[in-house]
């Protein structure tokens, strides 16, 4: 994918940290939330990405209608273009 796609896409999604405080929060729920997932080990460079990554804990949930959107955006907007039809 080229990189102007994801950084388009990446934009797109901006509405998940509208309530998560930064996409990096979001991304970090998201990643907690999801069955059958046990630990999360982020990166960071700074002991404020450090701080940063344990807010995520502390962010809400996403909803079910917020997960449908996801869902929805990936169907549309993202597989087709990871599977070659970009």
Not at 3 to 24: D, N, P, Q
Not at 57 to 79: G, K, N, S
Request: with cysteine; aromatic share 10%; net charge neutral.
């Amino acid at each position: 994918m080229p990189f102007a796609k994801g950084v388009e896409l990446a934009k797109k999604l901006g509405w998940i940290a509208e309530t998560r405080g930064t996409m990096a929060r979001a991304a970090l729920r998201w990643v907690i939330d999801s069955p059958g997932v046990t630990c999360a080990i982020p990166g960071f460079k700074s002991a404020q990405q450090v701080e940063d990554n344990v807010q995520a804990l502390d962010v809400p949930h996403f909803t079910a209608a917020e997960v449908a959107r996801l869902h929805q955006f990936y169907l549309e907007e993202v597989e087709p273009v990871i599977r070659g039809r970009y």
